[in-house]
């Protein structure tokens, strides 16, 4: 038996979960509720937004 001292769960291939979550996105069977968008350079006021626990939504950093 083998000991696994990284608990971590194995990695697997994640195209076939990405490519299903696009066929549910894209014809607009799931919405991804955004809460806030942070330029990238903002990124301390997005984390503690994330952990005041203010969003209700996912929180977005762009460049």
Known sequence: ???RRD?????????R???EL????AP???EIMIA???PLYRVTD???A??????????VLIS
Do not use: C, N, S
């Not at 696009?22 to 996105?25: E, N, P, R, T």
């Open 36 to 38: 806030a968008t942070y």
């Open 1 to 3: 038996m083998e000991i």
């Open 50 to 59: 994330l952990q005041q626990r203010r969003a209700r939504g996912e929180i």
């Open 17 to 19: 979960d990405l490519v």
């Open 7 to 15: 608990r971590r769960p194995p990695q697997h291939d994640r195209t």
């Open 28 to 30: 607009g069977a799931v």
């Open 46 to 48: 997005a984390f503690a």
């Open 22 to 25: 696009v066929d549910l996105v």
